[in-house]
Structures are given as structure tokens and as C-alpha cells.
């Protein structure tokens, strides 16, 4: 068993910061997994916001370009998602994604809530 658990979500003003984290747990080679982070808005199909491979190299969505900053710590198991100048188009669940292009095994975490208010 797999777990991701997000954290660090809640409610921002326009302009605003906040860092995701997403912990990984149990039968995962955290190291080689490709981590991303993805968002569904209401009434809106879920979409890439970052990812990292195990070598750290990082993309991004076009929307964030800039503001995000996707890192990870292989020591903790541990992604991260660093969020500035939030905008109210921001808001919108964030989930962790775990792929592991050896095995093609994707995991999915609950997901964690962040709004931002204009």
C-alpha cells in the first residue's frame, strides 16, 4: 500500500503564499517516482500545475509559470509546492500524483483544498 497525504492548504488572499507538502508512505521507491501536483477547479477538468523527476528537473503549467515552485527531498519522501502570488483562478483542489516510469504505477493523494479570495 501507497499513501500520499497532502497538507498546507487553506484559504489566502489574492497576492498571498502557501506551501503544499505531499508525504509519501509504505511500498514506494519515492526516489524514482516522478512527482507532480495537479488541480481541478469546479466544473473544470483536473490539470497539470508541476512536476519533478528524480533528477529534478521540473515543469510547469502555463498558468503558474513563475509564481510556483515545485522541490522535492528524496530523505523525507517529501514533495513540495511553493505557491506566491496567489490569484482567485488559483483555487481549486490540489492533489499529489506518483508515477514510477519503471513500473507505470500512478498514486494519487486526497487531495487538499486552497481558495483564494480576491
Known amino acids: 500500500q501507497v499513501q500520499l497525504v497532502e497538507s498546507g492548504g487553506g484559504l489566502v488572499q489574492a497576492g498571498g503564499s502557501l506551501r503544499l507538502s505531499c508525504a509519501a508512505s509504505?511500498?514506494?521507491?519515492?526516489?524514482?517516482?516522478?512527482m507532480g501536483w495537479y488541480r481541478q477547479a469546479p466544473g473544470k477538468q483536473r490539470e497539470l500545475v508541476a512536476h519533478?523527476?528524480?533528477?529534478?528537473?521540473?515543469s510547469y503549467g502555463d498558468s503558474v509559470k513563475g509564481r510556483f515552485t515545485i522541490s522535492r527531498d528524496n530523505a523525507k519522501n517529501t514533495v513540495y509546492l511553493q505557491m506566491n502570488s496567489l490569484k482567485p483562478e488559483d483555487t481549486a483542489v490540489y492533489y499529489c500524483?506518483?508515477?514510477?516510469?519503471?513500473?507505470?504505477?500512478?498514486?494519487w493523494g486526497q487531495g487538499t483544498q486552497v481558495t483564494v479570495s480576491s
Open positions: 500524483r506518483s508515477y514510477n516510469p519503471l513500473s507505470f504505477v500512478n498514486y
Open positions: 509504505g511500498s514506494i521507491i519515492f526516489s524514482i517516482n516522478v
Open positions: 519533478i523527476t528524480r533528477d529534478g528537473i521540473t
